[in-house]
């Protein structure tokens, strides 16, 4: 005979008792996966994802969020958290699709605290290959051949983070050319970036985020954990990152010749 164990008492917490936004950028803070750099002071910028050989995307603060799936004390809740929130939206999801691959363990994670609070689990996929292009039903991983997903089922696709939303834009189109309804995009962190909230208002997609980076910024300078200047500095790319690539247009290029030089060496 084998014994049943409650994922929620004995692995997993859970709790419906909300957490305050501040806090929970405090727990992301508390996760040392959040620097920025002095980039007035010489050091180097941080490359993104979405850069370049011909167009070359840097700035002076990288979140690697996706590291705190390691933190179990931390991961936790702040997923339970974003559950709490989600389960406030209705009709409730009948599909959560994790993006590769930072959002595909905390929206499997995801689908068990709904399933707590909704009384039914939702199904669980993943997409991939949604950073260049939205695609077909092939690169969504658990969909074809599912009996439990039928068309029209109301679907939220989930990356950890969200910056220039890109992938989150390509897995909510290839979700809704599949069949599905998915108007609902949702994040444990959104960059706020103002081409990625202009990408998604001219597909109709709605973001819910369990906090934004303008908010972690106020709570990393209210606690001290970043110098004011480097803070600001911060700001001013967030508010505009093209402008603050093109004021740091040397500090950039610096940057890229190093690079380039390294993989010439």
Not at 131 to 149: A, D, T, Y
């Amino acid at each position: 005979m084998v014994d049943v164990i409650d994922i929620f008492d004995y692995v997993v917490p859970f709790t419906v008792k909300k957490m305050s936004e501040e806090d929970c950028c405090r727990l992301i803070l508390e996760a040392d996966q959040f620097d920025i750099v002095d980039v007035s002071a010489g050091e180097e910028p941080f490359e993104y994802s979405a850069s370049t050989p011909t167009a070359p995307f840097y700035g002076p603060g990288y979140l690697v969020l996706k590291a705190v799936v390691g933190q179990a004390p931390i991961f936790f809740p702040l997923v339970n958290q974003m559950a709490l929130k989600i389960a406030e939206i209705d009709p409730p999801f009948q599909v959560i699709c994790g993006n590769v691959s930072g959002g595909m363990t905390p929206a499997f994670l995801l689908t068990l605290y709904l399933h707590k609070l909704y009384g039914e689990r939702p199904i669980y996929i993943y997409a991939r290959e949604m950073r260049k292009q939205h695609g077909s039903k092939e690169m969504l991983v658990g969909f074809e051949r599912n009996p439990g997903i039928k068309p029209g089922m109301i679907a939220l696709d989930f990356e950890e983070l969200v910056n220039r939303a890109n992938t989150t834009c390509h897995a909510a189109l290839t979700l809704r050319a599949s069949g599905l309804a998915c108007d609902f995009a949702a994040t444990l962190l959104d960059y706020r970036n103002p081409q990625a909230i202009k990408q998604r208002r001219e597909i109709g997609l709605n973001q819910v985020s369990l906090t934004t980076l303008p908010v972690l910024l106020d709570v990393a300078e209210s606690i001290g954990r970043f110098s004011r200047r480097v803070i600001e500095d911060y700001r001013r790319f967030l508010a505009d990152p093209g402008q603050w690539q093109a004021d740091n247009a040397g500090v950039i290029a610096k940057a890229v010749a190093r690079k380039n030089a390294g993989k010439s060496s």
